[in-house]
């Protein structure tokens, strides 16, 4: 019963996140790239008067907002794991949809686990994209590394980083992030570890053993 509601959990999740993106993509950021078209064609007409520092402010924030956006959009939007693995979606991401961080990002994922069912490849897209988000926004890291692997059939993958750690017993109310990576792990029935300390870094490993998973939703 608990997978079957991990498994629902994560189908809902997915569902409102593509809703999300499909939102940002046709109401929000036409709107973001309307108002950025009238702020640069109002300032070729003003010509030296356009390098008022107000001005430029203003399109400044407009420019920002609309790269926010597309961030956002990127980082919420359906992978289709038809078409493109997992792999490649994941390096699409740490290169197009993180802003600008000073972070070293290392990608060391072995070719064998590539190419993996649809849901346990979700999962652990999603779970890396969490992981490392967390590691810059929160942990204020400068390394973080991807490593995946495939041993006698186990697949293990773990994110690693260099920030500033926190208390796992101790994360307040509000913050989904490790609460969908948990959810995540369980629905393709993967143990999960969690290790972290003030000041130490974090440690995200995901472990899933041979079936049921890999033949589930295949």
């Given at each position: 019963m608990a997978a079957e509601r991990d498994d629902r959990f994560v189908d809902l999740l997915e569902q409102q996140q593509a809703e999300f993106a499909n939102e940002l993509h046709d109401t929000l950021l036409p709107w973001l790239f309307a108002a950025r078209l009238q702020v640069e064609q109002l300032q070729?007409?003003?010509?030296?008067?356009?390098f008022d520092p107000q001005f430029i402010a203003i399109?400044?924030?407009?420019?920002?907002?609309d790269g926010a956006g597309r961030r956002l959009m990127n980082h919420y939007?359906?992978?289709?794991f038809q078409t493109v693995t997992w792999h490649a979606t994941l390096q699409h991401y740490i290169s197009r949809g993180l802003g600008t961080h000073n972070a070293e990002i290392h990608l060391e994922l072995a070719a064998d686990t590539a190419d993996l069912p649809s849901?346990?490849?979700l999962a652990f897209y999603r779970i890396a994209q969490e992981a490392v988000r967390n590691?810059?926004?929160h942990g204020k890291a400068s390394l973080v590394t991807v490593h995946c692997r495939c041993r006698d059939g186990i697949y293990q993958?773990?994110?690693?980083?260099n920030g500033c750690g926190f208390d796992v017993d101790q994360v307040p109310a509000g913050h989904y992030?490790?609460?969908n990576i948990r959810r995540r792990a369980a629905a393709v029935a993967a143990s999960l570890i969690i290790d972290s300390h003030p000041g130490s870094g974090t440690?995200?490993?995901v472990i899933l053993k041979p079936a049921p998973a890999l033949s589930a939703h295949a």
């Open positions: 070729a007409a003003l010509g030296d008067a356009a399109l400044d924030t407009l420019t920002q907002a939007d359906s992978p289709d849901n346990v490849a590691a810059l926004r993958l773990s994110i690693n980083d992030g490790l609460r440690n995200v490993q």
